[in-house]
């Protein structure tokens, strides 16, 4: 059997301590190990933007990052972006604009919209567009997606 | 996946012993983006991954207007376009930086990464090449320096040998009246790979009617990038023109040697060599005159 490390990070805020295989990739670890399955496994091969998460301020790919290179860093899932009793602005205008069918690729999305609008409070349509780039959708056809970042855009720099 | 170990490295030489002891199944992991799918998907057999981020050297970001660039290999895509000092003097390589993968991948893969993944449609060789980019390599009997153009032998097989690994690339400042340009042929907006991609650097006389030198390079059209060493030479010493601009692009035609394959025909690549060696040196040229 392969051998466990130890590893300690900062998930939403909070201290974890995990056992992981070199070979789990953050995905795994948060789904399988952590039982936070807000990231998807969609293609599993960095195209598809499901597994998306932020990894010390910025955007990756969950399923390209390995477990044990998250040791001392800070990761942000969807999971962490509501609060008790209210939805990110995010989440709302994704409910408001309808920017969502089967809703598997939603985590991802929200997560790349989050850093964006962390990077940058008002991005123009374009960039919101090249920024989701590596966000795949197959129900919405993005438009409903790109006016829900549009829309909290406008609420959270208000 | 495979199982293998992991070994977060604190300094080079660790780094290299770690190499040289465990041979061709140790890799070096930085962003991860091609290594970690490629394991995954079985297409290299590692039992040791070396991480590479925590080194000092291969995180050096470091531009100076007269001594040019050091360019640490595992710098994510994303550190490079957010100084303006190093989008303004190397745009060509900003080029290729902005169009790997999506956000996601800008956030973990590099240009070095890019570089030792080696792959023939690669998008920041061709720009390393017209910047003239030199290869610092660390290994058992020390460094030594390699042109970048000379960096990759075969489709995913470089020039570094056992026990040796990419440390930085070095990028001389431009000339003035110089820059530099990239572009690829793809189907669609984003998020695809090359089915070519030429970059060109041109420098202009200070009147910027005269080509002084240009270096045009190719991807995806041979089992390695290539410099098109002819049809940049042809062109020192030309007024800019359509004349000149349309020799270099069909001396760079000539050494093209494309496949046929799901991306696109070799007939289709050798006309898109063309049509891009036009646009990559007037899109420098433009640079050079804005």
């Known amino acids: 059997m392969a051998r466990k490390s130890h590893v300690q990070t900062t998930i939403n805020g909070e201290t974890v301590e995990f056992l992981c295989e070199s070979r789990q990739s953050l995905l795994e670890v948060l789904r399988d190990e952590l039982y936070l399955t807000g990231a998807k496994e969609g293609c599993n091969n960095g195209n598809c933007g499901a597994c998306s998460v932020i990894l010390d301020g910025r955007l990756v790919n969950s399923c390209l990052v390995l477990g044990v290179e998250t040791e001392g860093k800070s990761v942000e899932t969807i999971e962490g972006l509501a609060e008790p009793d209210k939805l990110h602005p995010i989440q709302d205008a994704f409910l408001e604009n309808a920017a969502l069918q089967c809703g598997i690729?939603?985590?991802?999305?929200?997560?790349?919209?989050?850093?964006?609008?962390?990077?940058?409070?008002?991005?123009?349509?374009?960039?919101?567009?090249?920024?989701?780039?590596?966000?795949?959708?197959?129900?919405?056809?993005?438009?409903?997606?790109?006016?829900?970042?549009?829309?909290?855009?406008k609420e959270t720099s208000a | 996946m495979q199982d293998f170990s992991y070994v977060n490295a604190q300094t080079l030489s660790e780094a290299v012993a770690l190499l040289d002891e465990n041979g061709e199944k140790a890799r070096i992991l930085a962003g991860g983006t091609d290594l970690i799918v490629n394991v995954r998907e079985a297409r290299r057999d590692v039992d040791l991954m070396i991480d590479v981020k925590s080194i000092p050297e291969v995180n050096v970001l470091d531009y100076d207007a007269n001594t040019g660039l050091t360019l640490g290999a595992a710098v994510e895509c994303y550190k490079i376009y957010a100084v303006d000092a190093i989008c303004d003097a190397y745009p060509g390589l900003i080029d290729a930086t902005k169009i790997i993968g999506g956000t996601a991948i800008q956030g973990r893969a590099g240009v070095g990464g890019n570089l030792c993944n080696a792959s023939p449609a690669a998008d920041c060789i061709p720009p390393l090449i017209v910047l003239n980019a030199t290869c610092v390599i660390a290994g058992p009997n020390g460094e030594r320096e390699l042109p970048v153009e000379q960096f990759c032998t075969a489709p995913g097989q470089t020039a570094l040998e056992k026990g040796e690994m990419l440390v930085s690339l070095k990028i001389p400042a431009p000339a003035?009246?110089?820059?530099?340009?990239?572009?690829?042929?793809?189907?669609?907006?984003?998020?695809?790979?090359?089915?070519?991609g030429a970059g060109a650097s041109v420098t202009l006389d200070d009147a910027k009617q005269t080509i002084v030198s240009a270096r045009i390079a190719l991807?995806?059209?041979?089992?390695?990038?290539?410099?098109?060493?002819?049809?940049?030479?042809?062109?020192?010493?030309?007024?800019?023109?359509?004349?000149?601009?349309?020799?270099?692009a069909e001396a760079a035609q000539a050494i093209a040697r494309?496949?046929?394959?799901?991306?696109?025909?070799?007939?289709?690549?050798?006309?898109?060599?063309g049509v891009l060696t036009r646009r990559a040196l007037n899109g420098a040229i433009q640079r050079i005159r804005d």
């Not at chain 1, 960039?127 to 970042?149: F, H, M, Q, S």
């Not at chain 2, 009246?177 to 089915?195: G, H, W």
Request: glycine share 4%; net charge negative.
């Open chain 2, 219 to 248: 991807a995806a059209v041979a089992p390695t990038p290539l410099f098109a060493q002819d049809a940049s030479a042809s062109l020192v010493g030309r007024e800019v023109s359509e004349a000149a601009i349309d020799d270099a």
């Open chain 1, 105 to 153: 690729c939603t985590p991802g999305f929200i997560m790349s919209a989050k850093a964006l609008l962390d990077s940058n409070p008002n991005p123009t349509e374009h960039e919101i567009r090249y920024w989701l780039a590596g966000n795949l959708c197959r129900c919405t056809g993005y438009d409903k997606i790109v006016k829900a970042v549009m829309d909290a855009a």
């Open chain 2, 258 to 273: 494309p496949i046929s394959d799901m991306r696109g025909t070799a007939e289709q690549r050798t006309h898109l060599v």
């Open chain 2, 176 to 196: 003035s009246n110089s820059s530099s340009f990239y572009l690829r042929f793809i189907p669609r907006n984003e998020m695809d790979i090359a089915v070519v």
